[in-house]
C-alpha cells in the first residue's frame, strides 16, 4: 500500500511571503499525486493533481507542485501567501490503477499579516 | 453542475443510538468513497463503493457500514454509536474506477455523540 507522509503539521508564513508544503510518497511505481485544501467547516477542494502530463503543475489560487521521481515527492508551493490561504493542505496520492486514495496527515498553513 | 452532497449537515446522536448519514455524488460519477475526520486525527479511510459494490473497507469495526443505491447515492450507517465515533464525516465521488481520477468532496455531516 501507498504512504504519504507531509513534514510539518503546522506552517506560519508572513502574508507575501512564499508559501512551501511538503509531501513525499512511497512507490516505486510513479503514481497519481494530488493536493487538496480544506477550510474550516468545508469537505476538501481540489487544489491541483499529477497525471504524468507535465512535472510541474499549476493549480487553482496560484499554487502549484513539481513531481520529482528521484525525490518521491511532491512539494506543494505559493511565491505569495495571502490571507485567504490559511487553511488545512492534504497530499494524497492512488495507485496506478483502480481509484483508492492515500491521504497525508495534512498541514496546517497560518498566514500572518 | 451539482456537487457532492451530504445530509444531514449536524447529526447529534446519544452513547448506544444508530446512526444514518447519506450521501449524493456527482452526476455521472459510480464511485463513492466515505472518511472520517475526528479531530487531530487527519482522514481516516472508511468504504469505497463502486457500481453499487463494496470494494475496499479501512480498518474500522464492522459496526460501520454501508450501501451504494442504483442511482449511486450511498448511505452509511454507525451502529452502537460511542463518543469516539464525534467526528465529520466526510462523503467523496469520482468517475468509476478510471486510473488517476481526482476525488470530489461533499462539506460532511458532523456527527456529535452526547
Known amino acids: 500500500a501507498q504512504s504519504v507522509t507531509q513534514l510539518g503539521s503546522h506552517v506560519s508564513v508572513s502574508e507575501g511571503a512564499l508559501v512551501l508544503l511538503r509531501c513525499n510518497y512511497s512507490?516505486?511505481?510513479?503514481?497519481?499525486l494530488f493536493w487538496y485544501v480544506q477550510y474550516p467547516n468545508q469537505g476538501l477542494q481540489l487544489l491541483l493533481k499529477?497525471?504524468?502530463?507535465?512535472?510541474l503543475v499549476k493549480g487553482i489560487n496560484g499554487f502549484e507542485a513539481e513531481f520529482k521521481k528521484s525525490e518521491t515527492s511532491f512539494h506543494l508551493t505559493k511565491p505569495s501567501a495571502h490571507m485567504s490561504d490559511a487553511a488545512e493542505y492534504f497530499c494524497?496520492?492512488?495507485?496506478?490503477?483502480?481509484?483508492?486514495?492515500?491521504f497525508g496527515t495534512g498541514t496546517s498553513l497560518t498566514v500572518i499579516p | 453542475e451539482a456537487g457532492v452532497t451530504q445530509s444531514p449537515t449536524h447529526l447529534i446522536k446519544t452513547r448506544g443510538q444508530q446512526a444514518t448519514l447519506r450521501c449524493s455524488p456527482i452526476?455521472?460519477?459510480?464511485?463513492v468513497y466515505w472518511y472520517q475526520q475526528a479531530l487531530g486525527l487527519g482522514l481516516q479511510f472508511l468504504l469505497w463503493?463502486?457500481?453499487?459494490?463494496?470494494?475496499n473497507r479501512g480498518n474500522f469495526p464492522p459496526r460501520f457500514s454501508g450501501r451504494q443505491f442504483p442511482n449511486y447515492s450511498s448511505e452509511l450507517n454507525v451502529n452502537a454509536l460511542e463518543l469516539e465515533d464525534s467526528a465529520l464525516y466526510l462523503c467523496?465521488?469520482?468517475?468509476?474506477?478510471?486510473?488517476?481520477?481526482?476525488?470530489?468532496f461533499g462539506d460532511g455531516t458532523r456527527l456529535s455523540i452526547l
Open positions: 494524497a496520492v492512488s495507485e496506478e490503477t483502480g481509484n483508492q486514495f492515500y
Open positions: 512507490s516505486s511505481v510513479p503514481p497519481y
Open positions: 452526476s455521472g460519477h459510480t464511485s
Open positions: 467523496a465521488s469520482s468517475e468509476g474506477q478510471g486510473d488517476g481520477q481526482p476525488q470530489h
Open positions: 499529477y497525471t504524468s502530463a507535465a512535472t
Open positions: 463503493y463502486d457500481e453499487g459494490e463494496e470494494r
